[in-house]
């Protein structure tokens, strides 16, 4: 690198983002500034500075969302490495970018970095899949690495407890900032050291499993065969779980489609699964009523693939539709 450019690592502050980013600073040690954030922090190219000479990497964020300030910096002359798993509808052609672009069901940023480092920190990437709800995958690649059935049952409990500390509106609502947990997953090649000397991975643990229970005490607004909906009120605890309870919920009822509602001051904040059996066209939801997300399998066009995700077929979209048309909602994927 050449003396006076900069290096900076922007990532979603979830598992995944997290998680992808760790693999590549232990690859890479140079120094960087990290940009992050909280899980709905997404157009977070907008906050970098960079000039031409300086190189940028990119980790589980929209590209779509990030496309204007992806081309400011390009113009500028600024490297970027973009690694993620979201829709985009074009992916700029440029010879300062290279992209790593994946949008199967089956896929996350963690995974796409792991596979471009060769699993030189698979762990990581394991991590990152269980916590971007992937197990199937987060499976897969640990049979490859031989982990046992206790090495995954720790790395899951991890991917799960990091990516539940990225839900929140404001970083006062999670239990660390993820900057600050970003510093603490970067100290460790093996992330099961972590997990043996960081007491803070106990603690995010122990605190998601009581807001869970809280979040299973609720009941739902709309349950049917394929489809339910479960509206939490608005408060700290459910700010935090808001994933991690649509993501308990798809993998308790894989046949369903699941939508979870956190009311606000003016309607709602709401994260979307598909069923885990059927898992396309939720992102395609989604875009309907504002907001965006990952494919989860779209590009695997059926001749089914009109009904997007189960919800459109079930009186629980119109639960979303009065709860988007009452408070001009955001759906997210998340």
Not at 15 to 40: E, F, I, M, N, Y
Not at 106 to 135: E, I, K, Q
Not at 173 to 179: C, G, L, T
Not at 260 to 270: I, N, P, Q, T, W
Request: charge should be neutral; proline fraction near 5%.
């Amino acid at each position: 690198m050449v003396p006076g450019r900069q290096r900076f690592d922007i990532c979603n502050g979830d598992a995944d983002g997290l998680c992808a980013a760790v693999q590549w600073r232990l690859h890479d040690p140079s120094p960087a500034t990290l940009v992050t954030g909280l899980k709905h922090d997404i157009a977070l190219l907008a906050k970098v500075h960079a000039k031409a000479g300086d190189e940028v990497n990119v980790f589980d964020l929209s590209m779509q969302r990030n496309g204007a300030d992806l081309l400011r910096l390009l113009q500028a002359g600024v490297r970027i490495r973009y690694f993620d798993h979201h829709a985009v509808e074009r992916i700029p052609d440029h010879p300062l970018l290279d992209a790593h672009i994946d949008c199967a069901s089956d896929v996350c940023t963690s995974l796409l970095v792991d596979h471009h480092l060769g699993g030189v920190f698979r762990a990581w990437a394991v991590v990152g899949a269980y916590g971007d709800n992937l197990p199937m995958a987060a499976e897969r690649l640990s049979l490859g690495a031989e982990f046992d059935a206790g090495d995954r049952a720790l790395l899951q409990r991890l991917g799960e407890a990091i990516n539940y500390n990225a839900y929140g509106d404001e970083e006062r609502d999670v239990f660390i900032a993820p900057r600050r947990l970003f510093d603490v997953m970067v100290r460790y090649p093996d992330p099961r050291d972590m997990i043996a000397h960081e007491g803070v991975v106990d603690a995010m643990d122990d605190v998601r499993r009581s807001d869970l229970r809280r979040a299973f005490l609720v009941p739902p607004l709309c349950r049917e065969a394929v489809a339910s909906v479960h509206v939490l009120p608005d408060a700290p605890w459910s700010r935090r779980v808001l994933g991690s309870f649509a993501n308990e919920l798809a993998n308790a009822e894989p046949e369903r489609a699941h939508a979870v509602l956190k009311a606000k001051e003016k309607g709602y904040v709401v994260s979307v699964r598909a069923p885990l059996t059927a898992p396309w066209g939720a992102h395609e939801l989604c875009r309907e009523f504002g907001g965006g997300g990952r494919a989860r399998g779209s590009r695997h066009r059926r001749t089914r693939a009109r009904r997007s995700c189960a919800l459109r077929e079930s009186r629980c979209e119109d639960a979303l539709g009065r709860a988007a048309k009452e408070g001009r909602s955001r759906l997210t994927i998340g």
